[in-house]
């Protein structure tokens, strides 16, 4: 049941993107172990202003996980410690009393810090602005019943396409590569009848458009472990699969 | 100054006024369209459907939101599906049959005409989405599968798994980045709207605070279209995401848009209880666990007995005591009423004894714990994740919140307020879910509105000003919206008390959930009226905003919207005051049957009241848009 | 104040265009998962012979003159159709490409995550990435090193006095027999191992050979070939040391040939 704890808090504060960083240590003290991860940090921040600091700046939304605004590194690991869980829904019992928790923002070359703990992810905006859609216009569309989907084909393109954007992937990487966030909603779009007609020049496109944002995939699997979805790997090598087609087949329409 | 409100109903059958309207109204030549600047706020489902259809017919588009990208817009969070009249499984669904159940559902106080507009363009929606590589749920046959959904007796609801509003965004969004790939979109995350620039008597623009940098940006356009969300926020703890909130229509109503309907608010019965102070959020459990949970509390006041040790004897299943025919399946509001009487009479359950039990034993005991957990085996990981409790030995803690919020800005049938050129979309408006709304509906309307409404009635608008450039942002008028914004970030900037802009953001909570909340009074809402404008007057004395403009300030951003969240819950009450009636999400003590059920007064309050800003510190005037029902005929619900 | 600040870009890219364009099929080359695709491909090609050429030197325990016959076969491969020699000399070539494009991708990928990677100060705590995998990077350039100085000393001969071209059985015992070069084989060839055991299992994922029904056995087969590849490779450092493969100072192959040639002489 829930009981009170004290935690030493390390907490990367940086006023601003150009400006430096540097960890600064809190003691936040009779914290609920019913509290979420970022309620904590609610608590912390109150305390701040009430002392006339400046609260540590976070981004959070949905908080039940799936808008995936929210993101942390807790003690090197991204979304905390928990498996299978955003930071909004990591809870502070996963802690004891006492624990130093040390708080970073995402880290890439491509998810510059805007504050604190507020990084600019808009490099993933840019990888599906690059062809991740599939290109119907509104009224455009035939009876949804028209092309039947088996159901181990629409369950696998749903798997991928759980992904929430959060960038964690990204942050665990030892590359900075962003192979399961693209590759999640490649094969999305790829595994549908209905994203077949694209589906070479989207292959191309965006992972070209990843590329050069983000670091070369070397199969270590953090991503996977990070991914408060479980989004598997197995997408990334049909991505691999998919490129090397895509570049094949891309020429010859080409002529 | 306004006389009746005039909703441009077109006048014809039911059946035929869309289809005879979308004829009638003036259609912009594909040329033209890229000579016109539309500006869309927010970029949830109506938004971003409605920018990327626009982008798609030519316009020129921007669309502004707060977020760090369109996707994380929070009808990202919907879970159950999406209602539409395809009758794949034909059990005699029908556009009629949505639109009655629709109209029923919302205890008649919706319009005829845009209802069954929702329900006739339902089925395109599941077209567009499907195309769009929506990963729907599907049979084994590989055709699209439907579950059913309370308030209705056919299976019409399309899913994917429990993250619907998660796909559908995510087709919207994918269908958004493709026009601004393509150019005739123009995309500003992290802008947030501060004010509506009008001039000659019609939206003009908008200007924005960009959140990184500070700086306050004017955009200027031939029609401004609002998709901003409801203002569950108000109530503090709800369902809805921390950062959804009321300022981009509040800030349309100061400049004169009609506020309709604001004291209509739903509340979800099956939430998660608050466990402690710092509480930031509620998280929602899908209603569908009613199916197999018994719900009940002790019948002793304030036993602290371990649920297991509490003898069926001792229980009080109160649903099912109550009401004997629906039982724990009664609606959203009713289940949400009872919970409170019993909490309120000390019985509730948990640490802070502010929910009640919903007991899957005598299920799993039946079933077997595989079939329980094979059902909702993913909501049971999530309750576990929260709270910290297997909800496999102990019984689930419940209670409800706030979810929704049916009022809006007042619209007329072509989605534009009593402003001219400024639209508004999805559940911003108040215009298709009367005083409830039906589950599954959400994202149906803001599908809907974006996708198949708008981009036909915008033209109809646009065509008076064919030739006429945007008015330039070097105008006056934006000068001073401009100067407006800046004017306010060194308001709150400079107040210098004691207090965050949390603390009475949650102390306003508390006041609009005690009065306004799940049942509203006479007295209460008294009490609601004298004491939100004091607390308002404090926190704008007292609240303390530190740091500078120029930065990424979230205490800046916060203190402007829960200002307006202050205003809109006085306004709030004030419309609960008026509705001497209980109709949908709007329980009045004072008017219920003697078995405690909600009582219509059909009379007297057939109609929409849409409020009308008069300036600061001058209560609103209520104008009233009558409701004519032609062809349902109004009765009352009974779920005994 | 400025009219529009454009939100819609983004940050710089990390990597940008390539300059030149190259033609089909080079083109493949110049993005990220064309060179992993050749990394893997190369890696296929390189593991291949690491197999046959450990497989090979077994005949180290069969004696000098069968290991000898045994490489003189090699140089025979193909004598029926082409002149001796060319046949190995294009395995040889073959090889040396592979070997140069699996270290150029490698480098220049490795310089792309580096531009795209921030370190985390406050440390990282990894749950996925192994030890092999997140060493790439160091057994590369030691298998790289190592590979030099084994041709080297074992096929031209400039660290050994001793040296007899074409006899492995001496070369070696008189090699391995110096107890530095012992452990270098040994560090090395541990090194070679944990490469192969994580690219083993990566080429999967690079080349896109992926069914998950499959999946697991990936793992069973890195481990595996690796296994073998480190036993078989360490026996000969080891053998050597203990004196198991030992020709007392003797090259019988040396011996052989001069015999060979007085016997011409006398003819």
């Given at each position: 049941?829930?009981?009170?704890?004290?935690l030493?808090?390390q907490?990367?504060?940086?006023?601003?993107?150009?400006a430096?960083g540097?960890?600064?240590?809190?003691?936040?003290k009779?914290?609920?172990t019913?509290?979420?991860?970022l309620?904590?940090?609610?608590?912390?921040n109150?305390?701040l202003i009430?002392?006339?600091?400046?609260?540590?700046?976070?981004e959070s939304?949905c908080r039940e996980?799936?808008?995936g605004?929210c993101?942390?590194?807790?003690?090197?690991?991204?979304?905390?410690?928990q498996?299978s869980?955003a930071?909004c829904?990591?809870?502070?019992r996963s802690f004891?009393?006492?624990?130093?928790?040390?708080i970073?923002p995402?880290?890439?070359?491509?998810?510059p810090?805007?504050?604190?703990l507020?990084?600019d992810?808009r490099?993933?905006?840019?990888?599906?602005?690059?062809?991740?859609?599939?290109?119907?216009?509104?009224?455009?569309?035939?009876?949804?019943?028209?092309?039947?989907?088996?159901?181990?084909?629409?369950?696998t393109a749903?798997?991928a396409a759980?992904?929430?954007?959060?960038g964690?992937?990204?942050?665990?990487?030892p590359?900075?590569?962003?192979?399961?966030?693209?590759?999640?909603?490649?094969?999305?779009?790829n595994?549908l009848p209905q994203?077949q007609?694209?589906?070479?020049?989207?292959?191309?496109?965006?992972v070209?458009?990843?590329?050069?944002?983000?670091?070369?995939?070397?199969n270590h699997?953090?991503?996977?472990?990070?991914?408060?979805?479980?989004?598997?790997?197995?997408?990334?090598?049909?991505?691999n699969?998919?490129?090397?087609?895509?570049?094949v087949?891309?020429?010859?329409l080409?002529? | 100054m306004?006389?009746?409100?005039?909703?441009?109903?077109?006048?014809?059958?039911?059946e035929?006024?869309?289809?005879?309207h979308?004829?009638?109204?003036?259609?912009?030549?594909?040329?033209?369209k890229?000579?016109?600047?539309?500006?869309?706020?927010?970029?949830g489902?109506?938004g971003?459907?409605?920018?990327?259809?626009l982008?798609?017919?030519g316009?020129?588009?921007k669309?502004?939101?707060?977020?760090?990208?369109p996707?994380r817009?929070?009808?990202?969070?919907?879970?159950?599906?999406?209602n539409?009249a395809?009758?794949?499984?034909?059990?005699?669904?029908s556009v009629?049959r949505l639109?009655?159940?629709?109209i029923?559902?919302?205890d008649?106080?919706?319009?005829?005409?845009?209802?069954?507009r929702?329900?006739?363009?339902?089925v395109?929606?599941?077209?567009q989405?499907?195309?769009?590589?929506?990963?729907?749920?599907r049979?084994?046959?590989?055709?699209?599968?439907?579950?059913?959904?309370?308030?209705?007796?056919?299976?019409?609801?399309?899913?994917?798994?429990?993250?619907?509003?998660?796909q559908?965004?995510?087709?919207?969004?994918s269908?958004?980045?493709r026009?601004?790939a393509?150019?005739t979109?123009?995309?500003?995350?992290?802008?947030?709207?501060l004010?509506?620039v009008?001039?000659?008597?019609r939206?003009?623009?908008?200007v924005?605070?960009?959140?990184i940098?500070g700086?306050?940006?004017s955009?200027?356009?031939?029609a401004?279209?609002?998709?901003?969300?409801?203002y569950?926020?108000?109530?503090?703890?709800?369902?809805?995401?921390?950062?959804?909130?009321?300022?981009?229509?509040?800030?349309?109503?100061?400049?004169?848009?009609?506020f309709?309907?604001?004291?209509?608010?739903?509340?979800?019965?099956?939430?998660?209880?608050?466990?402690?102070?710092?509480q930031?959020k509620?998280?929602?459990?899908s209603?569908?666990?009613?199916?197999?949970g018994r719900?009940?509390?002790?019948?002793?006041?304030e036993?602290?007995?371990?649920?297991?040790?509490?003898?069926?004897?001792?229980?009080?299943?109160?649903?099912?005591?109550?009401y004997?025919?629906f039982g724990?399946?009664?609606?959203r509001?009713?289940a949400?009423r009872?919970?409170?009487?019993?909490?309120?009479?000390?019985?509730?359950?948990?640490?802070?004894?502010?929910?009640?039990?919903?007991?899957?034993?005598?299920?799993?005991?039946?079933?077997?714990?595989?079939?329980?957990?094979?059902k909702?085996?993913?909501?049971?990981?999530?309750y576990e994740?929260?709270?910290?409790e297997?909800?496999?030995?102990?019984?689930m803690?419940i209670?409800?919140?706030?979810?929704?919020?049916m009022g809006?800005?007042?619209?007329?049938?072509?989605?534009m307020s009593n402003?001219?050129?400024?639209?508004?979309?999805?559940?911003?408006?108040?215009?298709?879910?009367?005083?409830?709304r039906?589950?599954?509906?959400?994202?149906?309307q803001?599908?809907?509105?974006?996708?198949?409404?708008l981009?036909?009635?915008?033209?109809?608008?646009l065509?008076?000003?064919l030739?006429?450039p945007?008015l330039?942002?070097?105008e006056?008028?934006?000068?001073?919206?401009?100067?407006?914004?800046?004017?306010?970030m060194?308001?709150?900037?400079?107040?210098?008390?004691?207090?965050s802009?949390?603390?009475y953001h949650?102390?306003?909570?508390?006041l609009?959930?005690?009065y306004?909340?799940?049942a509203?009074?006479?007295?209460?809402?008294?009490?609601?009226?004298?004491?939100?404008?004091?607390?308002?007057d404090?926190?704008h004395?007292?609240?303390?905003?530190?740091?500078s403009?120029?930065?990424l300030?979230q205490?800046?951003e916060?203190?402007?919207r829960?200002?307006d969240l202050?205003e809109l819950?006085?306004l709030?009450?004030?419309?609960?005051?008026a509705?001497?009636?209980?109709c949908?999400?709007?329980?009045?003590?004072?008017h219920?049957?003697?078995?405690?059920e909600?009582?219509?007064?059909?009379?007297?309050?057939?109609h929409?009241?849409?409020?009308?800003w008069n300036?600061?510190g001058?209560?609103?005037?209520?104008?009233?848009?009558?409701l004519?029902?032609?062809?349902?005929?109004?009765?009352?619900r009974?779920?005994? | 104040m400025a009219?529009?600040?454009?939100?819609?870009?983004?940050?710089?890219?990390?990597?940008?265009?390539?300059r030149v364009?190259?033609?089909?099929?080079?083109?493949?080359y110049?993005?990220?998962?064309?060179?992993k695709?050749?990394?893997?491909?190369?890696?296929?090609a390189?593991l291949?012979?690491?197999?046959?050429?450990?497989?090979?030197n077994?005949?180290?325990?069969e004696?000098?003159?069968?290991?000898?016959?045994?490489?003189?076969?090699?140089?025979?491969?193909?004598?029926?159709?082409?002149?001796r020699?060319?046949?190995l000399?294009?395995?040889?070539?073959g090889?040396?490409a592979?070997?140069?494009l699996?270290i150029?991708?490698?480098?220049?990928?490795s310089?792309?995550?580096?531009?795209?990677?921030?370190?985390y100060?406050?440390?990282?705590?990894?749950?996925a990435?192994?030890?092999a995998?997140?060493?790439?990077?160091?057994?590369?350039?030691i298998?790289?090193?190592y590979?030099?100085?084994?041709?080297a000393d074992?096929t031209w001969?400039?660290?050994?006095?001793?040296?007899?071209?074409?006899d492995?059985?001496?070369?070696?015992?008189?090699?391995?027999?110096?107890?530095p070069?012992?452990?270098?084989?040994i560090?090395?060839?541990t090194?070679?191992?944990?490469?192969?055991?994580?690219?083993?299992?990566?080429?999967f994922?690079?080349?896109?050979?992926n069914?998950?029904?499959?999946n697991?056995?990936?793992?069973?087969?890195?481990?595996?070939?690796?296994?073998?590849?480190?036993?078989?490779n360490?026996?000969?450092?080891?053998?050597?040391?203990?004196?198991?493969i030992?020709d007392?100072?003797?090259?019988?192959v040396?011996?052989l040939?001069?015999?060979?040639?007085?016997e011409g002489?006398?003819?």
């Amino acid at each position: 049941m829930s009981s009170e704890i004290n935690l030493t808090l390390q907490v990367w504060r940086q006023p601003g993107p150009q400006a430096e960083g540097r960890f600064v240590t809190y003691e936040a003290k009779g914290i609920s172990t019913d509290a979420s991860f970022l309620e904590m940090l609610d608590i912390v921040n109150e305390r701040l202003i009430e002392n006339g600091e400046e609260p540590i700046v976070f981004e959070s939304d949905c908080r039940e996980g799936i808008c995936g605004t929210c993101g942390l590194m807790i003690n090197g690991q991204a979304h905390g410690p928990q498996k299978s869980t955003a930071t909004c829904q990591l809870h502070m019992r996963s802690f004891s009393d006492g624990d130093h928790i040390v708080i970073e923002p995402w880290r890439a070359t491509s998810f510059p810090v805007l504050r604190d703990l507020a990084v600019d992810r808009r490099a993933m905006d840019a990888i599906i602005a690059s062809g991740g859609y599939i290109s119907v216009n509104t009224g455009a569309a035939p009876d949804a019943n028209l092309t039947p989907v088996p159901k181990e084909t629409a369950d696998t393109a749903f798997d991928a396409a759980a992904c929430i954007g959060c960038g964690a992937c990204v942050a665990a990487c030892p590359n900075s590569a962003a192979q399961l966030f693209t590759a999640a909603k490649v094969q999305h779009l790829n595994l549908l009848p209905q994203g077949q007609a694209q589906r070479w020049a989207r292959t191309e496109a965006m992972v070209e458009t990843m590329e050069e944002f983000f670091g070369s995939c070397t199969n270590h699997g953090e991503c996977e472990e990070a991914c408060p979805k479980d989004i598997p790997i197995d997408f990334i090598a049909w991505t691999n699969r998919d490129y090397i087609k895509a570049k094949v087949k891309n020429r010859k329409l080409a002529g | 100054m306004l006389g009746s409100l005039d909703a441009r109903i077109p006048v014809g059958s039911l059946e035929g006024k869309w289809t005879d309207h979308k004829f009638s109204m003036r259609l912009v030549n594909p040329n033209n369209k890229r000579r016109f600047d539309v500006i869309v706020v927010g970029s949830g489902l109506a938004g971003a459907s409605a920018a990327a259809s626009l982008g798609e017919l030519g316009y020129r588009v921007k669309v502004l939101t707060y977020h760090d990208s369109p996707r994380r817009a929070h009808s990202i969070a919907a879970q159950g599906g999406i209602n539409a009249a395809k009758n794949y499984q034909n059990d005699g669904d029908s556009v009629y049959r949505l639109f009655y159940d629709t109209i029923k559902g919302g205890d008649y106080r919706a319009r005829e005409a845009n209802v069954y507009r929702l329900a006739e363009v339902s089925v395109d929606i599941i077209d567009q989405a499907t195309a769009q590589g929506v990963p729907f749920a599907r049979e084994y046959g590989g055709l699209l599968d439907n579950r059913s959904f309370g308030g209705a007796q056919v299976s019409r609801t399309f899913y994917a798994r429990g993250q619907t509003g998660q796909q559908l965004l995510l087709g919207a969004y994918s269908a958004l980045m493709r026009q601004v790939a393509a150019g005739t979109v123009e995309l500003h995350t992290r802008s947030e709207m501060l004010e509506l620039v009008m001039h000659d008597g019609r939206a003009v623009g908008v200007v924005t605070r960009d959140l990184i940098t500070g700086e306050i940006v004017s955009h200027s356009a031939h029609a401004v279209v609002l998709a901003t969300g409801g203002y569950g926020n108000v109530y503090f703890l709800s369902t809805n995401a921390k950062m959804c909130n009321v300022t981009a229509a509040w800030r349309a109503h100061r400049k004169g848009a009609l506020f309709a309907n604001p004291c209509y608010t739903q509340i979800h019965p099956t939430c998660i209880p608050a466990s402690d102070d710092f509480q930031s959020k509620l998280t929602l459990m899908s209603e569908s666990l009613r199916n197999d949970g018994r719900i009940w509390v002790p019948q002793a006041h304030e036993d602290g007995r371990d649920p297991h040790e509490i003898p069926d004897s001792d229980r009080d299943y109160f649903l099912e005591r109550k009401y004997p025919a629906f039982g724990n399946l009664v609606p959203r509001d009713v289940a949400s009423r009872n919970a409170k009487t019993v909490v309120d009479e000390g019985r509730g359950v948990g640490p802070l004894r502010n929910g009640v039990y919903l007991d899957f034993s005598g299920a799993m005991a039946r079933d077997g714990e595989a079939v329980i957990r094979a059902k909702y085996g993913n909501l049971f990981d999530m309750y576990e994740r929260i709270t910290g409790e297997d909800p496999y030995r102990v019984p689930m803690r419940i209670y409800p919140a706030t979810h929704y919020t049916m009022g809006g800005l007042w619209v007329d049938y072509e989605l534009m307020s009593n402003v001219p050129g400024l639209f508004v979309l999805g559940e911003a408006n108040f215009s298709d879910h009367g005083a409830n709304r039906l589950g599954a509906s959400a994202l149906m309307q803001g599908l809907a509105d974006g996708y198949f409404v708008l981009p036909y009635t915008i033209g109809n608008y646009l065509s008076d000003f064919l030739g006429d450039p945007a008015l330039g942002t070097s105008e006056p008028v934006f000068a001073d919206a401009e100067q407006a914004v800046a004017d306010e970030m060194n308001r709150w900037l400079s107040i210098g008390g004691t207090r965050s802009v949390d603390h009475y953001h949650r102390e306003l909570g508390k006041l609009v959930w005690d009065y306004i909340g799940m049942a509203r009074n006479k007295t209460g809402l008294e009490k609601a009226i004298s004491e939100i404008p004091a607390l308002r007057d404090e926190y704008h004395r007292n609240v303390r905003v530190l740091g500078s403009a120029d930065t990424l300030n979230q205490s800046l951003e916060k203190a402007g919207r829960v200002a307006d969240l202050f205003e809109l819950g006085e306004l709030m009450a004030r419309d609960a005051l008026a509705r001497e009636e209980s109709c949908g999400g709007h329980f009045r003590e004072e008017h219920q049957t003697e078995e405690g059920e909600a009582m219509r007064d059909d009379e007297n309050f057939t109609h929409v009241a849409a409020w009308e800003w008069n300036g600061e510190g001058t209560p609103q005037t209520r104008h009233r848009e009558e409701l004519e029902f032609e062809n349902v005929e109004l009765t009352q619900r009974s779920y005994k | 104040m400025a009219q529009t600040v454009s939100r819609v870009s983004t940050p710089p890219p990390v990597r940008s265009e390539p300059r030149v364009k190259l033609p089909w099929p080079l083109s493949i080359y110049q993005t990220a998962v064309g060179k992993k695709w050749v990394m893997g491909l190369t890696g296929v090609a390189l593991l291949g012979f690491i197999v046959v050429h450990m497989i090979g030197n077994l005949h180290l325990y069969e004696g000098p003159l069968e290991i000898h016959e045994y490489a003189e076969t090699l140089r025979d491969l193909g004598t029926k159709i082409v002149p001796r020699t060319w046949l190995l000399w294009a395995m040889r070539i073959g090889l040396i490409a592979a070997f140069g494009l699996h270290i150029h991708s490698a480098y220049s990928l490795s310089r792309m995550s580096w531009a795209a990677d921030q370190r985390y100060p406050g440390g990282r705590n990894y749950i996925a990435a192994n030890f092999a995998s997140r060493t790439m990077r160091w057994t590369g350039p030691i298998i790289g090193l190592y590979l030099f100085y084994h041709l080297a000393d074992l096929t031209w001969g400039w660290f050994n006095p001793d040296f007899v071209r074409g006899d492995p059985y001496h070369n070696v015992s008189e090699s391995l027999g110096s107890i530095p070069v012992a452990i270098l084989y040994i560090v090395a060839n541990t090194a070679l191992a944990v490469h192969i055991f994580h690219g083993t299992w990566s080429m999967f994922q690079s080349l896109g050979v992926n069914s998950p029904r499959y999946n697991h056995l990936r793992r069973y087969l890195a481990g595996g070939l690796a296994g073998i590849i480190l036993v078989g490779n360490l026996s000969f450092p080891i053998f050597v040391q203990a004196g198991v493969i030992d020709d007392n100072g003797r090259s019988i192959v040396e011996e052989l040939q001069q015999h060979e040639a007085a016997e011409g002489e006398e003819s």
